[in-house]
């Protein structure tokens, strides 16, 4: 993970995680559907970015552990990352306002 911080908060900082940048403006807001996930992959990542165990979120989501393994894996395939803190990151980074774009 990359982070690039501007001296201005007029101007945007840039974190570079797996396979994405994400641009944090203080006063823009972003769209979580730039993130090419599927719903159901993002309410795993919610899930899991609030803490809870696979158990957990297999429990909350009413499917078994085994389908949200398959949904982590997706999660760190899809967003190029290589565990919960950072793909918890890019979502965070997004709902403060941030707009994603995938690296070239």
Partial sequence: MTIETTPSLEEAT????????VEV????YSDPNNL???RRELEAL?????????LQVADRMSVSPH????????????LGVDS???ASAIAIAVACGGSVTKNS
């Fill in 67 to 78: 389908t949200v393994d398959t949904y982590k894996r997706r999660l760190f395939d899809k």
């Fill in 46 to 54: 919610y899930f899991f970015s609030s803490g809870l165990s696979g």
């Fill in 84 to 86: 919960i803190v950072q």
């Fill in 14 to 21: 840039t974190i570079t995680i797996g396979y994405f940048n």
């Fill in 36 to 38: 090419p996930l599927s």
């Fill in 25 to 28: 403006w203080p006063s823009k």
